[in-house]
């Protein structure tokens, strides 16, 4: 939708959020992190989508401009980011947030001319356009209804030019309990610089699953359905062996394993200050500390428990699991 000129609402006035926090950390949503929602393709996709695995059902139909992309989802993380610090920061959330279109360009590592303008405008149509109906749970209520990516969006304010300056976005009530719950994952900020969707949505899933663990090993068949690509297997494993001449992914190594399997590894665990010798935890102590605080990044708890054993002198753990389990447990009881 656009909307007339006019200058933003005073915030005290309820209803919105203004993104005015500079440098915010890039956060994703779980939920898209680990399901392909969006599509891999450059050119309009009017594909609909269907996607079972492991009990999660997602089908997404597209609009009349196509299915929203894997770039357009950037300003979904722009969002995030944002409503991330403010909760961080106490600051009172709303769904509808106001922001500059400048700053959601330079934030996510594009060009500001005047076709990354119309470009980011297309973005906004295609997700408001795109619609889901899943299963999937976020902040503990499952959804079964269709929904949009975006609910609405309105340029607020235009140059004189018609270039959009102030832009509102309402998201959807399924994104905005992901960030009330949390359950988000931190990116990196040189997410943005990658180019290729396939990298992107790689670079996601290894962020998902690999975390802060030393690897992550998956088969190319699996991999192939997590990453909606659209991709014979033949042409999949070729682009994957391309990643892995190429090394693109921020923070994560890849290489292939026999068997049709891929290893993604991190590529300075070893070199991080007391690595050696910090406690190593099992994936099924992650998995327990999951349940014990749903929505919660458990690697990001990881890292600040171990930062925690760090400070206090690296005393040597008999038990290590148990000890960590013991200060989720009292960090979900504050």
């Not at 949390?182 to 699953?209: A, G």
Request: one cysteine or more; aromatic letters at 8%; glycine letters at 8%.
């Amino acid at each position: 939708m656009a909307g007339a000129g006019g200058a933003y609402p005073a915030e005290a006035a309820g209803g919105f959020f203004l993104c005015d926090i500079f440098d915010a950390i890039p956060k994703n949503d779980l939920a898209s992190m680990e399901h392909p929602l969006f599509s891999l393709a450059t050119r309009p996709d009017r594909r609909i989508l269907n996607y079972e695995h492991n009990g999660a059902e997602i089908t997404v139909v597209p609009s009349v401009k196509g299915l929203a992309t894997i770039h357009d989802k950037d300003i979904l993380i722009f969002c995030i980011s944002q409503l991330m610090a403010a909760q961080n920061a106490g600051r009172q959330l709303s769904r509808t947030l106001h922001l500059k279109a400048h700053d959601l360009l330079i934030a996510t590592n594009r060009e500001t001319s005047g076709d990354a303008y119309r470009r980011l405008r297309e973005s906004f149509e295609r997700l408001a356009g795109t619609r889901i109906t899943t299963n999937i749970t976020t902040g503990g209520e499952e959804v079964t209804s269709g929904f949009g990516l975006i609910e609405s969006w309105e340029i607020v304010r235009k140059a004189r030019g018609g270039r959009m300056v102030n832009v509102a976005v309402t998201l959807s009530d399924w994104l905005f309990r992901a960030v009330l719950s949390k359950s988000v994952l931190t990116l990196s900020r040189d997410y943005f610089r990658l180019r290729k969707p396939l990298e992107r949505r790689i670079y996601e899933l290894t962020r998902k699953h690999c975390g802060r663990q030393n690897a992550w090993t998956i088969s190319v068949e699996t991999l192939l359905k997590k990453s909606g690509s659209a991709s014979p297997r033949r042409v999949f494993r070729k682009m994957i062996r391309d990643m892995i001449e190429a090394q693109p992914l921020p923070d994560y190594a890849m290489e292939e394993l026999p068997g049709d399997l891929i290893r993604f590894s991190q590529k300075h665990a070893v070199t991080e200050p007391g690595a050696l010798d910090a406690p190593i935890l099992k994936a099924t102590t992650l998995e327990r500390a999951r349940d014990l605080m749903p929505g919660a990044d458990v690697y990001a708890l990881e890292a600040e428990w171990r930062a925690m054993w760090a400070r206090s002198g690296r005393p040597r753990l008999r038990q290590a699991d148990a000890a960590f389990l013991g200060w989720v447990k009292k960090r979900g009881a504050e």
